[in-house]
């Protein structure tokens, strides 16, 4: 069964700085894997998709990478603003098991004035 | 468009009833999927399918059933509700994940 681990679970910064999200993740035959915010009582946003043949996406501040090899993604948050507070998720859709995401537990962000 | 649609957002519950969690999608998108949030779990698929007609098993299955009679919907129905079922329960669409999934904005279950 695929884990996915999200590191660290809470993040706090002050508003400015460039920060990172990490995902791991221990099966490598993944076929998509998707960066989601949720807000406080929210549904789920999406963010970013990688495909697995593709190694970084980018959507405005957002970059995220993925390298298969080690089993890791991480989400690239530059220039960070309050709006930014969240919880970050990242979901792994396996191979050989379509339709079915693996999610992490997230990291909640909070970015200080 | 409304995207993934689910109803109701709030729910309580007496243990042992049963009720339906409705789903309803007006992308045509092949993959619907209902999950669960619980507090320092993440969320878990409970099932899926991948078409009209078409249902599977999740990670978390027992204590629920679905059905896919057409293309926009998939209820999720709660046989009989325990209280290791309170959590916040999600569904989800896709075509084909080449866009990722669609997430509605969940209902917030509580048995008591």
């Known amino acids: 069964k695929q884990e996915v681990t999200q590191i660290p679970a809470a993040l706090s910064v002050p508003e400015g700085e460039n920060l990172v999200l990490n995902c791991s993740f221990t099966?490598?035959?993944?076929?998509?894997l998707q960066w989601f915010r949720q807000d406080p009582g929210k549904g789920l946003t999406s963010l970013l998709l990688?495909?697995?043949?593709?190694r970084e996406q980018t959507s405005g501040r957002l970059n995220a990478s993925l390298d298969k090899s080690s089993g890791r993604s991480t989400l690239y948050i530059a220039a960070s603003q309050p709006g930014d507070s969240a919880t970050y998720l990242c979901?792994?859709?396996?191979?050989?098991?379509?339709?079915?995401?693996?999610f992490g537990s997230g990291t909640k962000l909070n970015v200080k004035p | 468009n409304a995207g993934v649609t689910q109803t109701p957002k709030f729910q309580v519950l007496k243990t042992g009833q049963s009720m339906t969690l409705q789903c309803a999608q007006d992308?045509?998108?092949?993959?619907m999927s209902w999950y669960r949030q619980d507090p320092g779990m993440g969320l878990r698929l409970i099932h899926y399918?991948?078409?009209?007609?078409?249902?599977d098993q999740g990670e978390v299955p027992n204590g629920y059933n679905v059905s896919r009679s057409t293309t926009e919907d998939f209820p999720l129905r709660l046989l009989s509700a325990a209280p290791s079922q309170t959590s916040v329960y999600f569904c989800?669409?896709?075509?084909?994940?080449?866009?990722?999934?669609?997430f509605g904005s969940g209902t917030r279950l509580t048995v008591v």
């Open positions: 399918s991948v078409g009209a007609g078409i249902t």
């Open positions: 979901a792994v859709e396996g191979r050989h098991n379509f339709n079915k995401f693996y």
């Open positions: 099966d490598s035959a993944i076929y998509n």
């Open positions: 990688i495909q697995s043949s593709q």
């Open positions: 992308m045509n998108h092949e993959y």
């Open positions: 989800a669409s896709s075509n084909r994940g080449d866009y990722g999934y669609t």
